[in-house]
């Protein structure tokens, strides 16, 4: 089920997430599959915590990985991915799951220029069955995200 924090923020800018069954969209891969699309339409929602005890959440392509060298010159701190349970606590999504919808306050969001090729992309809402079409403009304008260029 689609946590009310996202389904009001979805409502609130006229989106409408695409739900399947529990545990079915929780890979780039598997979402792709399961929509019917390029494994890079995905929008993979990465936590990284940084030296300095910042969480930032880093979106990109689901068939690209994040390049640790352009995160750190990007943020001037080292980063790591955030685990599971630092994961949950900090966006209240567990892994599989995170989306940049409905974010606590506090955990700026970047968006990877690698989406932009996309007519249609599809962040998760919340769960690992979700999948929110929408395009890489409205997704920035939402989320208020900085453009990047982080990904591998």
Do not use: H, W
Not at 67 to 85: H, I, P, R, Y
Not at 91 to 103: A, D, N, S, Y
């Amino acid at each position: 089920m689609i946590p009310d924090k996202v389904r009001a923020e979805l409502a609130e800018n006229g989106l409408t997430a695409l739900e399947f069954e529990p545990g079915s969209t929780p890979t780039a891969e598997m979402a792709a599959r399961r929509i019917g699309v390029a494994v890079g339409q995905i929008a993979k929602s990465i936590l990284v915590l940084g030296k300095d005890g910042v969480y930032r959440m880093i979106v990109l392509a689901g068939d690209r990985k994040l390049s640790n060298g352009k995160l750190k010159a990007l943020l001037g701190v080292k980063t790591s991915m955030a685990d599971a349970e630092q994961t949950l606590a900090a966006t209240g999504f567990r892994p599989g799951g995170v989306c940049p919808f409905g974010l606590n306050d506090g955990i700026p969001v970047f968006l990877d220029t690698s989406l932009s090729v996309y007519d249609t992309i599809y962040p998760a809402a919340g769960t690992d069955a979700t999948g929110v079409p929408i395009t890489f403009d409205r997704l920035r304008d939402i989320t208020g995200a900085v453009l990047c260029d982080v990904a591998e």
